[in-house]
């Protein structure tokens, strides 16, 4: 790694190896999570996310009196950038999000503080790393906390702004485009790409704007993104893509759901829908019936309320396909091969 290129995760205190960088003007490396695909090293400009620290502030509503909470580890960036934010703007860093004004998490950690109680009366959440169900959102928000949910990535930064999934305009400074179904973006906020000779999903086009591949329309100025896309489950030789299913199931449920592939000796895999909510079957089996072509309909059923999630808070997708695949989660339901029942 060049000798100009600070890689944030080898130093002892990261949110001081930021702002340290910020302040000469260097480039940091980032590693992302590695979610979806092997992490890599995402390199940016310090000066790319200081400069959205402003805008950040007015539409969390941070200012000189917040305490904020980042329950996830720093080597999410999502949590990283939370952390630096605080230290730039002189605000206390604070363990428990009882003692917190803004706490910055996932949906799956959000769920897990509503789960357990945690009072989040007059306190803001700023919720990322995963969409954000309007279901789960209201929630939050019957239990007294103002929700903020933002879109972006390691590549893009911010994207969109909003108070959940159906709800996310373009963030401040940030032009957003849709091409061939892909979300692309336009701002001062993006990386340089990867370090080194890595290879992903980020691609700069020659007129600034920069995709990492995720699927979304752009409607009325409301951006709703759809997934990656890139994952997919090939049953009897027709390819299934997660993230339409899990979007037509998610809307006719408002619970989280997670699809996947089950070996099947026939047809190489069948499509499987693990629900976080038992409750929400019938619901939906019945949206699979009226909203999904019989190709995409999943044939076995499963019911998980606490789904596993990553260090970096998100639902681990491997650990919930190979729960159901290693038959250590037994069905709640299963449907007919040609999706009939």
């Known amino acids: 790694m060049p000798d100009l290129l600070l ?9 001081a190896a930021v702002l340290a960088a910020s302040d000469r003007g260097g480039l940091i490396g980032l590693r992302t999570s590695g979610t979806t695909s092997r992490p890599r090293v995402v390199v940016r400009t310090a000066a790319s996310w200081v400069d959205s620290f402003l805008r950040v502030s007015e539409l969390a509503g941070i200012d000189a009196s917040a305490r904020v909470c980042v329950p996830g580890p720093l080597s999410a960036t999502m949590n990283l950038f939370a952390a630096v934010h605080a230290r730039y703007a002189g605000l206390p860093l604070v363990s428990s999000p009882a003692d ?22 007059a306190r803001t959440v700023v919720v990322a790393g995963d969409r954000l169900r309007p279901a789960l959102a209201a929630q939050a928000r019957a239990a007294g906390a103002r929700v903020a949910h933002y879109y972006g990535a390691a590549e893009l930064s911010f994207v969109a702004w909003g108070t959940d999934e159906e709800d996310l305009r373009p963030f401040p400074d940030v032009e957003v485009e ?12 993006l990386s340089r790409g990867y370090a080194g000779d890595e290879k992903g999903p980020f691609t700069l086009a020659g007129d600034g704007f920069a995709t990492v591949g995720d699927r979304g329309r752009l409607a009325d100025g409301v951006l709703t993104v759809t997934g990656r896309g890139s994952e997919a489950v090939v049953t009897g ?25 089950v070996p099947h000796p026939r047809f190489g895999a069948l499509v499987a829908a693990v629900l976080a909510d038992p409750a929400a079957l019938a619901a939906a089996r019945r949206t699979a019936r009226t909203g ?7 044939r076995r059923w499963f019911v998980l309320p606490q789904l596993p999630v990553t260090d970096a808070g998100k639902v681990d997708r491997a650990a919930v396909a190979d729960l159901v695949a290693s038959g250590r989660l037994a069905p709640v339901g299963t449907t007919s091969e040609d999706g009939s029942a």
């Open 178 to 189: 849709i091409r061939d179904g892909r979300v692309w973006a336009r701002s001062p906020f």
């Open 292 to 298: 999904l072509p019989s190709g995409q309909r999943p």
């Open 100 to 121: 917190a004004t803004h706490i910055h998490l996932t949906p799956a950690t959000l769920l897990g503080l509503l789960r357990e109680g945690v009072d989040l009366r």
């Open 7 to 15: 890689d944030v995760a080898a130093t002892s205190d990261p949110v």
């Open 237 to 261: 030789g027709v390819t299934v893509h997660v993230d339409d299913v899990e979007e037509t199931l998610r809307r006719g449920t408002g619970t989280e759901v997670v699809v996947v592939g």
